[in-house]
């Protein structure tokens, strides 16, 4: 069975079709040539912009010339209501400040300290799902929604997401993920800065809410750190390091940007690649009962670290999720200066596209690049393709730094939740994915469960 993937538009509409369709949805609006271009040239009136498919074009991008390729200004338009000045959008010396405060946070010892708090997690969704696992149909992306926004809760503050505050950003944050376009108007047409920039209201007003309840747990935090009362958590690793240059540590304002990209990143992206992950297993029969398997195998009554190494499984239908439902679906660049792409004069201030969704189902790099196949990782062809096609965390310096986060939380929630339900499909409910803020399906993914 070949996943669900968007019907692709025609080559050639109209202007104002075409930003109808952006607007609506980002993958639907692309043509289908682009599955097969190593580069694509778009021209409006407004922008151009070039998508590169190219696997050494994505290496030039984010490798080799990083600093010559930085993130589109006009992508942060549609997402500054949240994220303010958060690492995700910034860029030169305060990005790199930024990444020098928080890499320290996410290094590998840090992810054996968070283990407990996504193990807690885990056994609170497994409880969550059993009134639901007498056959009914159920939309899975709320409730891997909400073991992903536990998780985080867990490890930045300390907090399940029973706690209030907790609970209101999740809640909160549902709507604004729906009220959300992935770009507005100003990201689009490159508007004066003096110009006001049009935002739906409810994005507005949910943006605030959020950062409103963020600010009160920050502010909370900074006073634990104060009176030497504060758990080791995340938070307070973030908020007790200091910039190693200057000594700085960020402001409450500066944390509150961060942690809204920390729970923009390592929620909604991670709830995307898990739904999409239980979704694929259901209509997978095989691979759901080899994953169900080795997690009772492996998995025991108490926390392990050392069984993620045995979670082999698991962690490659992880992967192959993430390679077919990317969580970001599409990164923009800006060139600083001209630059020569295959032969091709590209200006200085054209937007450079690299598309995770279309580099990872590019027809010309895999091999059988629909179908679902978490075994390709072992041939040739998928280890050349994870070393110079697969991106979902972006790469080169800036990679996420909730990287190997998110490759220790999304294969121990699988295998969590695999041991103790089966998953069917609903016939009449088949996903359609669209791109939100990631990648999510249009009515939801409706599954039947069933308990072991």
């Not at 609506?24 to 040539?33: E, G, I, N, T």
């Not at 283990?115 to 639901?132: D, I, K």
């Not at 950062?211 to 080791?232: F, K, N, V």
């Not at 179908?371 to 800036?398: H, M, V, W």
């Amino acid at each position: 069975m070949i996943p669900p993937k968007p019907l692709a538009r025609p080559d050639k509409v109209s202007l104002w079709r075409y930003l109808r369709l952006f607007r609506r949805d980002l993958l639907s609006a692309q043509p289908a040539r682009l599955y097969r271009a190593w580069m694509a040239e778009f021209r409006t009136p407004f922008f151009r912009s070039y998508m590169c498919n190219d696997p050494a074009l994505v290496d030039l991008v984010l490798k080799q010339r990083p600093e010559d390729f930085p993130k589109s200004d006009r992508v942060r338009e549609g997402l500054r209501p949240l994220l303010g000045n958060s690492v995700f959008v910034t860029n030169g010396a305060t990005w790199e400040r930024q990444r020098r405060i928080i890499d320290p946070a996410f290094e590998g010892g840090r992810l054996r300290d968070t283990f407990g708090a996504m193990w807690a997690a885990g056994q609170a969704a497994v409880a969550r799902l059993a009134p639901f696992a007498d056959g009914r149909a159920q939309e899975i992306e709320l409730q891997t929604s909400h073991v992903a926004a536990d998780v985080i809760f867990r490890t930045l503050f300390s907090l399940p997401i029973e706690d209030q505050v907790a609970g209101e950003v999740f809640a909160e944050f549902r709507s604004h993920q729906q009220a959300q376009p992935i770009l507005n108007l100003a990201a689009l047409v490159p508007l004066p800065r003096w110009l006001p920039r049009f935002h739906r209201r409810t994005t507005r007003r949910t943006a605030a809410r959020i950062r409103q309840l963020i600010t009160r747990l920050t502010a909370d935090r900074a006073r634990a750190l104060a009176q030497g009362t504060a758990p080791d958590d995340l938070a307070s690793k973030i908020m007790s390091t200091p910039d190693p240059l200057t000594g700085a540590c960020f402001d409450t304002e500066e944390m509150v940007d961060q942690v809204a990209i920390f729970f923009l990143a390592g929620h909604e992206t991670s709830a995307s690649a898990l739904a999409w992950a239980l979704y694929l297993l259901a209509t997978h029969p095989e691979w759901q009962d080899r994953l169900a398997a080795e997690a009772q195998a492996e998995l025991g009554t108490e926390p392990d670290f050392a069984a993620l190494g045995r979670l082999r499984v698991a962690r490659a239908v992880f992967r192959e999720a993430m390679r077919l439902y990317p969580p970001v679906p599409m990164m923009v660049r800006e060139a600083r200066c001209p630059v020569t792409m295959r032969a091709r004069a590209v200006p200085k201030g054209a937007q450079i596209v690299l598309s995770p969704w279309h580099l990872h189902r590019h027809e010309r790099l895999w091999d059988n690049p629909d179908g679902f196949d978490p075994a390709r990782f072992e041939t040739e062809n998928g280890k050349a393709c994870l070393r110079s096609a697969y991106i979902p965390f972006s790469a080169g310096q800036r990679v996420c730094p909730g990287a190997g986060f998110a490759m220790v939380e999304g294969p121990l929630l699988l295998a969590m939740i695999l041991r103790a339900y089966r998953f069917e499909p609903v016939a009449d409910k088949v996903p359609v994915p669209v791109a939100h803020l990631t990648v999510r399906a249009r009515d939801g993914i409706w599954l039947k469960l069933f308990a072991r």
